[in-house]
């Protein structure tokens, strides 16, 4: 009995049809965007640096493509969800050679201290400043220290050369503003008025010329100080006052021959450098702090009598021309131009003749020289154009354009 309740167990289950198993479609798996900004909050004294290339990363889980990737200047697609944390604002900003136009690779604002380069051609610290930046902001600073008598009692800068220098800044001032530029003039110490001014225009470079003076050099050491105290500020000096380069020299400073023959053996094959032409338009002045240009001080604001009669404290002035001099870079082209014509004029040297060679001529370039209103480079290259052998004027070899 049991062996057939058995069999007739087997015998219904066989007959029993197979239950069937349903699968239900895949539900679809949803693309899950992360981004880095989101996740990583940098403390915000120090601000976090993403690559663009990876400013945000997909995972995704579905065979589907990825979606294109935002930029960090992008304003759509995840970077407009989760924003990503802006520099800081005084953070300069590291320019890329590969794609120097790219505004990312500009300095917001650049300060170009102008000192004894008050020229717009062959200015490497003008032009360096305004192909790096969005803004150029030129200064210059009447220093207090340069005025009023010394303790031996001389003044420190006499009524002529004070007269020379405020035509040489207020023409620097009508060349920048025909090319879209101003010049912010202050009376002050370097180290005081260009950390107020690269406060209130929100600079983050400094760029000027390397002057040779212990003074003027104790101002530079100041200005870097005042300035890179200030967090993101960079400070660029330049070499620009001489014929021929620093880096150039075929020899150290410490052997620096003392006297010009000596020295022009020691320089014969080195090349002096091509000019740098002036821009024909300058970057525009910050925006940010609407900083005043000031006004050209007069002589009483530097603590100088006027220029009367050629005379000073009752004595006569050496130089009965002195007065008459007009400075500034137009005046300096000028005077160079009459200069190169001369010297095709009369290309040969006369010592019995009337002549621009002899003991009693002079180029009359030195002041402009000494005031930056010329370069060295270029005097030496319009001469050259003159395609003649004109000997070099004596006060340009002997104070600008040697070493």
């Not at 200047?73 to 989760?82: E, F, M, P, R």
């Not at 105290?229 to 330049?238: A, D, N």
Request: charged share 25%; with cysteine; aromatic share 6%.
């Amino acid at each position: 009995m049991a062996s057939t309740e058995d069999e007739r167990r087997t015998s219904a289950a066989a007959d029993e049809p197979e239950p069937e198993i349903t699968v239900l479609p895949p539900k679809p798996i949803a693309s899950l965007s992360v981004s880095l900004s989101s996740l990583l909050s940098p403390p915000p004294s120090k601000p976090l640096k993403i690559p663009s290339q990876i400013s945000a990363v997909h995972f995704s889980l579905s065979p589907s493509p990825l979606r294109s990737r935002p930029s960090l200047l992008s304003t759509s697609g995840a970077a407009s969800s989760s924003p990503i944390p802006a520099l800081s604002p005084l953070r300069p900003l590291t320019r890329r050679p590969s794609d120097p136009s790219h505004p990312v690779g500009l300095r917001r604002c650049s300060i170009v201290w102008f000192r004894s380069d008050l020229r717009v051609h062959d200015n490497e610290a003008l032009s360096a400043a305004n192909a790096d930046s969005l803004s150029v902001l030129p200064v210059y600073c009447f220093d207090p220290r340069d005025y009023g008598r010394s303790p031996s009692g001389l003044d420190r800068t006499g009524p002529h050369r004070a007269r020379f220098l405020l035509d040489s800044v207020s023409d620097l001032r009508r060349q920048l503003r025909a090319r879209g530029s101003d010049l912010v003039v202050r009376i002050g110490r370097p180290e005081v008025v260009i950390p107020e001014v690269a406060r209130a225009a929100g600079a983050d470079g400094v760029y000027a010329h390397h002057e040779v003076s212990r003074g003027e050099v104790e101002a530079e050491e100041s200005v870097r100080g005042a300035v890179e105290g200030e967090e993101g500020v960079e400070v660029r000096y330049f070499w620009g006052s001489t014929l021929y380069h620093l880096e150039d020299l075929p020899f150290k400073l410490e052997g620096l021959p003392s006297n010009y023959g000596g020295f022009r053996e020691k320089v014969k094959g080195v090349k002096v450098r091509e000019t740098i032409e002036a821009l024909d338009k300058l970057k525009g002045l910050p925006k940010m702090g609407d900083v005043e240009v000031g006004e050209i001080p007069s002589f009483l604001d530097l603590g100088l009598s006027p220029v009367g009669d050629g005379t000073q404290d009752g004595k006569f002035a050496t130089n009965a021309n002195a007065s008459s001099l007009i400075g500034g870079e137009t005046e300096a082209l000028e005077r160079l131009k009459t200069f190169a014509a001369e010297c095709r004029a009369q290309p040969n040297k006369d010592g019995n003749q009337e002549s621009i060679y002899g003991a009693n001529f002079s180029c009359k370039i030195s002041p402009w020289l000494a005031m930056g209103c010329l370069s060295p480079r270029y005097v030496f290259e319009e001469l050259n154009k003159s395609a003649i052998q004109c000997k070099p004027c004596p006060e340009s070899r002997s104070s600008k354009l040697g070493a």
